[in-house]
C-alpha cells in the first residue's frame, strides 16, 4: 500500500512536470503566433498600397490617352490652317486649337498630380517592404529557434508518456481511475502533502485522528474537504 502511495507521489510529479511542459509548448507556440500577425498585417498594408498604386496607375493611364488624344487635335487642326481659305474657318480652327491646347494643359496638371500621388505612395510602400522583409527575417528565425524547442519538449513530453504508461499500469483500476478523475477536476493537483495538520493542497485543517492515521496507514486517505490523496512526510 505505501507502494502505491509512493506510485502516486510519482505520478502526481510526472504529471506536474507534463503540465510544466505543456504551457512551455503553449507560450512557443502563442510567440510565433504573435511574430506572424505582425507579419501578416504588415503583408495587408503592402497589398493595399499596390492596389492602391495600380488603381492610379489606371487613372493615369487613361488620362495620358486623353493627352495624347487633345496632342494630336492640336497638331491636325494646326496642319490644316495654311490651307483655309476663309477668315471664318480660320478663327473657327484657332479655337477649336486653342481649345484642344486648355484640355492638354488640364490633363498635363491632373497627371502631374497623379504622379506626385503615386510617389508618395510608393515611399510609403518601400518603407513598409523594408519593414515586412525584416519582421519576415526575425519571424523566420526565431521560428527556427521555436520548432527546435518544441522538438525538444516533444521529445520530453514522448518520453514522459511512456513513463506515465508505466506508472499508471501499476496502480490498481480503481485508484488510477479516481486519480484521473482528480487530476481533471483539481487543476492536476491531486496528490498533496498533509503537513502541520492541514491539507497542503486546500490549506484546510485535517481532523487530527485522520492526519495521524497518515502515519500509520496503509491505506490511501483523502482530503474530506478537497478529496484529493494525501501523503506526509515522515520527520527523519
Ligand atoms: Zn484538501
Same mark, same amino acid.
Given at each position: 500500500?505505501?507502494?502505491?502511495?509512493?506510485?502516486?507521489? $510519482?505520478?502526481?510529479?510526472?504529471?506536474?512536470?507534463?503540465?510544466?511542459?505543456?504551457?512551455?509548448?503553449?507560450?512557443?507556440?502563442?510567440?510565433? *503566433?504573435?511574430?506572424?500577425?505582425?507579419?501578416?498585417?504588415?503583408?495587408?498594408?503592402? $497589398?493595399?498600397? $499596390? *492596389?492602391?498604386?495600380?488603381?492610379? %496607375?489606371?487613372?493615369?493611364?487613361?488620362?495620358?490617352?486623353?493627352?495624347?488624344? %487633345?496632342?494630336?487635335?492640336?497638331?491636325?487642326? @494646326?496642319?490644316?490652317?495654311?490651307?483655309?481659305?476663309?477668315?471664318?474657318?480660320? !478663327?473657327?480652327?484657332?479655337?477649336? !486649337?486653342?481649345?484642344?491646347?486648355?484640355?492638354?494643359? @488640364?490633363?498635363?496638371?491632373?497627371?502631374? %498630380?497623379?504622379?506626385?500621388?503615386?510617389?508618395?505612395?510608393?515611399?510609403?510602400?518601400?518603407?513598409?517592404?523594408?519593414?515586412?522583409?525584416?519582421?519576415?527575417?526575425?519571424?523566420?528565425?526565431?521560428?527556427?529557434?521555436?520548432?527546435?524547442?518544441?522538438?525538444?519538449?516533444?521529445?520530453?513530453?514522448?518520453?514522459?508518456?511512456?513513463?506515465?504508461?508505466?506508472?499508471?499500469?501499476?496502480?490498481?483500476?480503481?485508484?488510477?481511475?479516481?486519480?484521473?478523475?482528480?487530476?481533471?477536476?483539481? *487543476?492536476?493537483?491531486?496528490?498533496? %502533502?498533509?503537513?502541520?495538520? *492541514?491539507?497542503?493542497?486546500?490549506?484546510? #485543517?485535517?481532523?487530527?485522528?485522520?492526519?495521524?492515521?497518515?502515519?500509520?496507514?496503509?491505506?490511501?486517505?483523502?482530503?474530506? #474537504?478537497?478529496?484529493?490523496?494525501?501523503?506526509?512526510?515522515?520527520?527523519?
Amino acid at each position: 500500500m505505501l507502494e502505491q502511495l509512493q506510485l502516486l507521489r $510519482d505520478l502526481q510529479e510526472l504529471d506536474q512536470q507534463k503540465l510544466d511542459i505543456d504551457q512551455q509548448r503553449q507560450q512557443q507556440t502563442g510567440e510565433l *503566433a504573435e511574430l506572424q500577425v505582425v507579419v501578416d498585417r504588415l503583408q495587408e498594408m503592402v $497589398d493595399t498600397l $499596390d *492596389a492602391d498604386i495600380a488603381t492610379i %496607375e489606371e487613372s493615369r493611364g487613361e488620362l495620358r490617352l486623353s493627352l495624347t488624344k %487633345e496632342q494630336d487635335n492640336v497638331e491636325r487642326a @494646326e496642319k490644316r490652317l495654311p490651307q483655309i481659305k476663309t477668315q471664318k474657318e480660320y !478663327v473657327a480652327v484657332l479655337k477649336e !486649337v486653342d481649345t484642344a491646347k486648355k484640355l492638354a494643359k @488640364e490633363l498635363e496638371v491632373q497627371i502631374a %498630380e497623379k504622379n506626385q500621388e503615386l510617389e508618395s505612395l510608393q515611399a510609403d510602400r518601400a518603407e513598409k517592404v523594408d519593414e515586412l522583409n525584416t519582421r519576415q527575417e526575425e519571424t523566420s528565425s526565431r521560428k527556427s529557434e521555436i520548432d527546435a524547442r518544441i522538438g525538444e519538449l516533444d521529445g520530453q513530453l514522448g518520453t514522459m508518456a511512456s513513463q506515465r504508461g508505466n506508472l499508471v499500469g501499476q496502480l490498481p483500476t480503481p485508484l488510477r481511475k479516481r486519480y484521473e478523475l482528480l487530476l481533471n477536476r483539481r *487543476a492536476g493537483l491531486a496528490v498533496v %502533502e498533509a503537513r502541520s495538520g *492541514a491539507c497542503l493542497g486546500c490549506n484546510m #485543517h485535517l481532523p487530527p485522528q485522520l492526519f495521524n492515521s497518515l502515519f500509520v496507514t496503509q491505506e490511501v486517505q483523502s482530503c474530506p #474537504h478537497c478529496s484529493r490523496l494525501l501523503f506526509v512526510v515522515s520527520p527523519a
